[in-house]
């Protein structure tokens, strides 16, 4: 393999001001994203513990957050 050889971006553009600029907009779109899902956990943790929501709300809720599939493979010690 050719190590000197730098893989594509996946951002097409090649302007680098509009590039940082799409980065920058990517990285605060990450940063919200992970604001609302700690929110949303710790909400999900509280109902949980209060016994408001059963395990199996719980679970449907974290799949549909998409959680699920990072959680649970790293919890059972898939690698």
């Not at 990285?27 to 929110?39: N, P, Q, T, V």
């Amino acid at each position: 393999m050719n190590a000197h050889v730098k893989p594509p971006s996946p951002v097409v553009v090649t302007d680098p001001k509009i590039r940082k600029e799409l980065q920058l907009a990517g990285l605060r779109f990450a940063i919200s994203r992970a604001a609302w899902f700690i929110d949303e956990a710790k909400s999900l943790g509280v109902a949980l513990k209060d016994g408001k929501l059963s395990m199996d709300q719980v679970d449907t809720k974290l799949a549909e957050m998409g959680a699920l599939d990072l959680v649970y493979p790293e919890l059972m010690g898939a690698r």
